[in-house]
């Protein structure tokens, strides 16, 4: 007899199937049901102790020079702008003769007014959103000819920022003394600042505050060197359901570009872009159970055993652009960063499936049955890198993304599911049996033709 579709959260007990090829049937009884497994809390794993993160040209030596100073752009990091070179106002950076650090570095001055708005910046790779982040970093005063005595006698003020973070102020040693033409620096090493990360690849930013009055020339401001990084990395959360993933983020540089933007650019040729997995990040799964077509009822006075075909679609997750070839719009056709994916991942998957299998079904007599899947899925978190470094990092591009789709090392699980009827099913099948009103009736005699 068939019906409506039986409820998940029904209690029921369950009978044995036979074997079903290229499935896990999981058999026994179910103490969860598929509600509530959908609910059910993943404990956070623990945080993983601190590790180091690479901030690039944090010394500020590239690009080399031989002068005393320069007012070349120091590589990875933007100035004036988070777009590409930001080449508004430049930096000046002192070499290490004159810029006296104890450890011999090049040191980047910040100024005025030319990055007065946008300050000296860096994205900090690798580091994740809710990522607790520690910045480490040397300080001094100028040692440019251009600051007066005024300027230097209390130290110099300036800002330091890291994204999620509060802007914090700062002020560096006074200095007092001249070594010829120059002043002599007052080092402050390992000035710490520590924010918890609001953006995958968080910016750092510093900016000059020195009053205009003592800083007229602009070529006065305070120096920055040797800026290190490490990071503690959040929990992975296994909570988040494939239809609400994070949106997928580029950057070109430091500056954020549309994923439209990454995949014109990784898919302009096959090898343009590498594909790496944050491992930390990606697991396999199985998706909440739920349940498959509809809800036996045995009112028989017989035991039934039947063959029952089931059917199961699985789909993927993602929101790149269709170019991509990738989910959610990807289509199957092979394209280069499809096969960008298949190489960095090793994995090869079906984007969208659909499987029509059969399970044999045994219905005590009075007893319901239906059947319950689960979708096994695989979780990818990673990142599309430009195979091709430039000399300056801010010529990059980058593209993280995720992508949740059907697993191709887990089989789906399928569950025969019956149990006792309740009051109302026994009701129905207990009722009368459907029939015509008889056309003799018991005490009337047959006759012909009547």
Request: glycine share 8%; hydrophobic share 35%.
């Amino acid at each position: 007899m068939k019906t409506r579709p039986r409820p998940a959260g029904a209690a029921r007990t369950l009978t044995r199937t036979a074997p079903v090829i290229g499935l896990s049937l999981c058999l026994g009884l179910l103490a969860v049901t598929a509600a509530a497994q959908a609910s059910v809390a993943v404990p956070p794993a623990r945080a993983a102790a601190p590790v180091t993160v690479t901030v690039l040209n944090g010394d500020f030596a590239q690009p080399a020079f031989t002068s005393v100073n320069t007012s070349a752009n120091p590589h990875a990091w933007s100035v004036g702008s988070t777009s590409g070179t930001g080449t508004t106002g430049g930096v000046w950076r002192w070499n290490a003769a004159t810029a006296g650090h104890p450890a011999g570095l090049t040191a980047a001055m910040l100024r005025l007014p030319g990055e007065a708005a946008n300050g000296l910046k860096q994205r900090l790779r690798e580091v994740r959103t809710g990522a607790k982040v520690t910045v480490t970093y040397d300080e001094s005063p100028s040692v440019s000819s251009s600051c007066t005595a005024a300027a230097l006698e209390k130290g110099q003020t300036y800002t330091v920022q890291g994204e999620g973070g509060a802007l914090t102020d700062q002020t560096t040693l006074p200095t007092t003394e001249k070594s010829g033409t120059y002043w002599k620096p007052a080092w402050r090493t390992g000035v710490t600042l520590t924010f918890t990360a609001a953006a995958n690849e968080p910016l750092l930013t510093f900016t000059s505050t020195v009053p205009a009055a003592q800083n007229a020339s602009g070529n006065c401001g305070p120096l920055i060197t040797n800026v290190r990084a490490t990071q503690e990395p959040p929990p992975v959360d296994k909570t988040i359901p494939a239809g609400a993933l994070p949106a997928s983020e580029a950057f070109y540089g430091n500056d954020r570009r549309t994923a439209a933007d990454a995949v014109s650019y990784c898919n302009g040729a096959a090898n343009r872009c590498t594909f790496t997995t944050e491992d930390d990040y990606s697991f396999s799964y199985y998706a909440p159970a739920r349940v498959a077509a509809e809800t036996y009822f045995n009112c028989t006075r017989n035991t039934l055993n039947r063959t029952r075909p089931v059917s199961t679609a699985n789909r993927s997750y993602g929101d790149l652009p269709a170019a991509a070839g990738l989910p959610g719009s990807g289509t199957g056709t092979p394209t280069n960063m499809a096969q960008q994916y298949t190489q960095g991942t090793g994995l090869n998957p079906a984007w969208n499936t659909t499987q029509e299998r059969s399970v044999t079904e045994i219905v005590q007599p009075a007893e319901a049955s239906w059947i319950e899947t689960q979708a096994s899925r695989q979780r990818t978190e990673g990142w599309f890198h430009a195979t091709t470094k430039a000399t300056d990092p801010n010529y990059d591009w980058r593209l993280h993304t995720v992508i949740d789709h059907p697993s191709t090392s887990l089989s789906d699980r399928v569950y025969q599911r019956t149990g006792p009827l309740t009051a109302s099913e026994k009701q129905r099948c207990q009722s009368d049996r459907p029939s015509a009103t008889t056309p003799v009736g018991a005490t009337t005699p047959a006759g012909a033709e009547r």
